[in-house]
């Protein structure tokens, strides 16, 4: 004799599965509740991909699982087979596609220094931009905290492209092409203006920072850079003012 259908297992079973795995607000250092649109919109195509019933009317926003109560029994039951048969790999696929943030983590100093000042006290301004005009690089004017260079990055790409009180769901749309070659490209770079001078790029000083993007470790550094090149890399897309560095910059 089968087992007597439970409802209420039965919403928290579908439920469970049609909600996004990740918690943006852990992912990208925010005060949560926090929804990050642009990967919120994968997961839902994700799911349009792997649903194979009326379970997919329920792709979209949480709020849209408010009326599942609402389903007969029979419907639930549907369903409830259903959502077993894909959550696993809709989750591994969705779980892949966005390691490149929940995975991340800031290149070290014995990884990649070349873009900082020399250990100890700081050696001046006047010799950041002369060492990196000589070796024609950028330099930092400060040692910055790793953890502190990667909360900016990850605030920057929060602020940047989420198209939250927009009409449109997802990306903002003035920030479309950047984010393809965030999403897409094994090595992307996103750049943001700073609330001061946060280094020197071939011997001038610059508001500018430039995050490069390993997404295949993954792993992330930054690096002072003119407002020119950082024009140059987001091609016609808005660059964010971040305040994150406030604190290491030179006022």
Not at 19 to 25: F, G, H, K, Q
Not at 56 to 67: F, I, K, N, R, S
Not at 133 to 158: K, N, Q
Not at 160 to 173: L, N, Y
Request: hydrophobic share 40%.
């Amino acid at each position: 004799m089968p087992p007597e259908f439970n409802r209420k297992q039965a919403e928290r079973e579908i439920r469970k599965a049609m909600l996004c795995p990740v918690d943006w607000a852990t992912v990208f250092r925010v005060g949560g509740p926090a929804l990050f649109e642009p990967l919120e919109a994968l997961w839902y195509a994700i799911l349009a991909e792997h649903v194979r019933g009326d379970e997919a009317e329920y792709v979209g926003p949480d709020y849209w699982l408010a009326t599942l109560s609402h389903e007969s029994d029979a419907d639930l039951r549907a369903m409830q087979v259903n959502v077993h048969l894909w959550t696993e790999s809709a989750r591994k696929q969705f779980l892949v596609a966005v390691r490149r943030f929940t995975d991340i983590r800031y290149a070290s100093r014995q990884q990649y220094g070349k873009h900082l000042p020399p250990p100890g006290p700081f050696p001046g301004r006047r010799w950041i931009e002369d060492e990196s005009r000589r070796r024609g690089i950028s330099i930092f004017y400060f040692d910055i905290p790793e953890e502190a260079t990667l909360v900016a990055f990850l605030h920057g790409v929060f602020w940047s492209f989420s198209a939250a009180g927009a009409e449109e769901f997802g990306v903002a749309s003035n920030a479309e092409k950047l984010w393809g070659k965030v999403m897409s490209e094994a090595n992307s770079r996103v750049c943001f203006r700073c609330s001061a001078p946060i280094g020197a790029s071939r011997g001038a000083p610059t508001n500018f920072i430039c995050f490069e993007l390993d997404a295949t470790t993954p792993i992330v550094h930054g690096y002072p850079i003119s407002e020119e090149e950082a024009r140059r890399i987001h091609d016609g897309c808005p660059i964010q003012t971040i305040t994150e560095l406030e604190q290491w910059g030179l006022h």
